[in-house]
């Protein structure tokens, strides 16, 4: 069964090409390389025996779009992770992303309205969320306005997907909401390449445990937590990839309740920064050197999933543990610096 995988070659894509692969799929990617290497396809091959079909495309190429799938018509699925994921860059330049990330799920859209029956799998994000009421979140918690042109993206992503599939019942989809994907792949054969200095916390930790970053900034102290230092849920990036297989069964297999379905994807635990800091000193067994730094505008005080939809009706859940993820981002790191 062939399956699409747009951004396969990123972070979270490149994990579940390898799953899926393991599952007997039949992958072909979409990348544009525009923030991955050609060298992860090596990755993939060398956890899964595998090479899958590989076209370098810009998605934002409508005519090209148009051209794969009159190639491969008997696509059966598409998982379309490809989209500019920072949310800083978004603020600077909010028509990369509207372009980027919503012109191109509207072309891909029209191509699969076009087919008898299409499957759409959805990365979405708990960034939908803003500032929950209430914790643990759940999918029912309201959409909050976005923070940043990236977080809106996402929003109206779901939008565009929920009224696509009111009028088309031959499509079938499923938005992810992503809480925080860390990690890399237990063979350290591939895992997550940030361009330039990080904006998120795990890369930024193992990049200064390794020398490359002098210190990592706290983004505050002071908030209403426990240690005063906010919270998230940290997901290991390859039970991400797994519920997307999961996700994709589901629609093969016509279990679905509705034509667009939602779920958290998260461990239902929340971490503190200075608990991610622990766990990385505990399993790296040094010393990170941190400093207390202003609170960083946009941020949520805390944010972590409950997880009971998709472990009930995906019949999914993350089993990896913060000191497991931790342990992989920090053997990756030191993989790829060697
Ligand atoms: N990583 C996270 O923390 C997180 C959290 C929530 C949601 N998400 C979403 O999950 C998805 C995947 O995230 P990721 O962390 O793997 O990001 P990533 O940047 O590592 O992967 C995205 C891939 O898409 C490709 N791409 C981007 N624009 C393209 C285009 N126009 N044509 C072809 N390829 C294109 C990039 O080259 C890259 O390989 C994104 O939609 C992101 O917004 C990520
Ligand atoms: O150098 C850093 C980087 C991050 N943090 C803190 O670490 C926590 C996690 O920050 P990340 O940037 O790693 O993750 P976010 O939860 O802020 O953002 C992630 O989740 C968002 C949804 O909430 C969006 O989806 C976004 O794209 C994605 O990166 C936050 O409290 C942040 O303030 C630091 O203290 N120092």
Not at 59 to 83: M, N, P, T, W, Y
Not at 161 to 182: E, M
Request: charged share 25%.
């Amino acid at each position: 069964m062939k399956i699409l995988v747009t951004g396969g070659l990123g972070f979270i894509g490149s994990h579940t090409v390898v799953e899926l692969q393991n599952k007997g799929f039949e992958v072909v990617i979409i990348d544009n390389l525009s923030n991955s290497s050609i060298n992860v396809l090596d990755g993939i091959v060398a956890i899964s025996g595998k090479k899958p079909l590989f076209e370098k495309m810009d998605l934002r190429d409508k005519s090209a779009v148009q051209s794969f799938f009159k190639k491969h018509g008997d696509i059966e699925g598409v998982i379309h992770f490809a989209a500019s994921k920072a949310v800083g860059e978004s603020v600077e330049n909010p028509l990369l992303y509207y372009e980027n990330n919503l012109g191109v799920l509207v072309y891909i859209l029209q191509e699969l309205t076009k087919k008898d029956r299409a499957r759409l799998i959805f990365s979405s994000s708990c960034t939908v969320y803003g500032q929950a009421d209430e914790m643990p979140i759940t999918e029912n918690a309201p959409v909050k306005p976005a923070e940043s042109p990236y977080g809106n993206t996402k929003q109206i992503g779901e939008e565009i997907i929920k009224d696509t599939c009111k009028v088309n019942p031959s499509l079938a989809t499923i938005a992810l909401r992503y809480f925080n994907p860390i990690g890399a792949h237990p063979s350290v054969e591939i895992g997550e390449l940030p361009i330039g200095v990080p904006q998120n916390l795990v890369p930024f930790i193992t990049q200064t445990g390794v020398g490359l970053r002098e210190e990592l900034s706290v983004f505050g102290d002071d908030y209403p937590t426990e240690d005063g230092t906010c919270i998230r849920d940290y997901i290991h990036v390859v039970d991400v990839a797994k519920a997307h297989v999961v996700a994709l069964e589901r629609l093969l297999e016509n279990k679905n309740e509705a034509n667009y379905e939602v779920f958290n994807l998260g461990t239902g635990k929340g971490s503190s920064v200075l608990e991610v800091i622990h766990s990385f000193e505990k399993v790296s067994g040094q010393k990170l050197n941190y400093k207390i730094a202003n609170r960083r505008p946009g941020d949520v005080i805390q944010a972590y999933a409950d997880t009971q939809k998709a472990n009930e009706i995906l019949g999914w859940k993350a089993y990896s543990s913060l000191d497991e993820a931790m342990k992989s981002a920090w053997d990756w790191e030191q993989k790829i610096r060697a």
